[in-house]
C-alpha cells in the first residue's frame, strides 16, 4: 500500500465530521462576528476545515489564510480546494500563485496559501484574523510556550479542535498485555518528538489557554470512533484506519522495549481485522472555544 500524507487526510474527512463537538461548534456559531470574516487556520493540511466550513454552512463571505509547512499540503490543497469548489457549483478564480477566489451568490471566499512553519509565519506580523483555527495541530507543538504565540494571530476567536487527549483504543484485543504495553509506547512517542507535541494535550489546553490569557468558551470530547458497517467501513475510512497502524509501525519500529517479532505480528494481525471489517478504532480528542 502507497502511504500518501494528503490521502490520508482526505479519508480523514468523514471521521473528523463525526467526531467534531457539536457543542463546541454551535458556540462558535453564535460567536462569530458579522461577515466578511478574517480567519488563519494553521497547521491547515490541504484545507479540508475550509472546505468543511463551507459545507456546513458556517462561514459565507471570508478571508481565509491556510498554512502549512508541507509543500506536498498545499500543492494538494491547491488543486483539491478549486475540484471541490467546481463539484459544488462555486467559480474559482485564480487571483495570484498563492490565491484564490471561490463565490458564488451567496459565498465569497479568498483563500491564501502560505507554506511554511507557522511561527515564521507569526514573525511576519500578519493582521491578526477574527478566529484562528488549529484542528489536530496543537497536540504536535511544543507548550506552553507556543500558545501566547499563536493566540496572537487572532484579535478574538480560537477553535482548536482535535487535540489529542490520552487514550487510544484498538479493538478487538488481540493480546491484551501487548496491546496495552503498544498503546502505552505510542502514547510516550507523542511525549518524546524533539519538536514538541503531548499525548495528553487536550485536558492541558484548559492551563495552556488560562495562562496566556484567553477564556474558555465551550469545551467538549471529540472522539474518533471508527468501525465498520455490515463488515464495510465508511467511505475511505479503511484507508484511514490503514494509515494509523502505519504511525504505529513509524513510531515503534526499532523500539528497544518492544519485542520486534511480536510488534510485526501484531501489525499483520490488525491489518487482517481491518480487511475483515473487525477493527475498532478510538481515540479521545477535545475540542476548545477559546477567546482571547
Ligand atoms: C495532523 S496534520 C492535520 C492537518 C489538518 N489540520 C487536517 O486535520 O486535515 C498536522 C499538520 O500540521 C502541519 N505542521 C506540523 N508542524 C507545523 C509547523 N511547525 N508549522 C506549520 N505546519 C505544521 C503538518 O504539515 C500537517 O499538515
Do not use: C
Request: glycine share 6%; charged share 25%.
Amino acid at each position: 500500500m502507497e502511504f500518501s500524507f494528503p490521502h490520508y487526510l482526505l479519508s480523514k474527512q468523514s471521521v473528523d465530521d463525526r467526531a467534531l463537538n457539536r457543542t463546541v461548534l454551535d458556540s462558535l456559531k453564535a460567536n462569530l462576528p458579522a461577515a466578511p470574516i478574517r480567519i488563519i487556520e494553521i497547521g491547515a493540511g490541504i484545507g479540508t476545515m475550509l472546505v468543511r466550513l463551507l459545507r456546513w454552512d458556517v462561514i459565507t463571505k471570508a478571508d481565509y489564510v491556510l498554512v502549512d509547512e508541507m509543500g506536498e499540503n498545499i500543492e494538494s490543497a491547491k488543486e483539491w480546494i478549486p475540484l471541490w469548489a467546481g463539484e459544488s457549483g462555486l467559480t474559482v478564480e485564480r487571483i495570484a500563485e498563492n490565491q484564490l477566489r471561490a463565490f458564488d451568490r451567496a459565498r465569497d471566499v479568498r483563500i491564501h496559501f502560505e507554506r511554511g512553519d507557522v511561527f515564521d509565519f507569526i514573525q511576519k506580523k500578519p493582521a491578526p484574523a477574527d478566529l484562528l483555527i488549529a484542528h489536530a495541530f496543537l497536540d504536535l507543538l511544543p507548550m506552553p510556550e507556543s500558545m501566547p504565540k499563536l493566540l496572537a494571530l487572532t484579535k478574538d476567536l480560537a477553535w482548536l479542535t482535535i487535540n489529542f487527549d490520552g487514550v487510544t483504543s484498538l479493538e478487538p484485543a488481540i493480546d491484551a498485555a501487548l496491546d496495552e504495553q503498544i498503546e502505552r509506547l505510542y502514547h510516550e512517542t507523542m511525549d518524546a518528538r524533539p519538536t514538541g507535541g503531548d499525548s495528553r494535550a487536550g485536558r492541558h489546553l484548559f492551563d495552556h489557554l488560562r495562562m496566556a490569557g484567553a477564556s474558555v468558551l465551550s469545551a467538549g470530547a471529540s472522539d474518533w470512533v471508527v468501525h465498520s458497517v455490515d463488515g464495510k467501513y465508511p467511505a475511505d475510512e479503511a484507508y484511514f484506519l490503514y494509515f494509523i497502524l502505519h504511525f504505529f509501525e513509524e513510531s515503534l519500529t526499532g523500539n528497544a522495549e518492544l519485542n520486534a517479532a511480536d510488534f510485526a505480528s501484531w501489525l499483520n494481525e490488525r491489518r487482517a481485522q481491518i480487511e475483515r471489517g473487525e477493527m475498532v478504532y478510538i481515540a479521545h480528542q477535545m475540542d476548545f472555544l477559546a477567546r482571547v
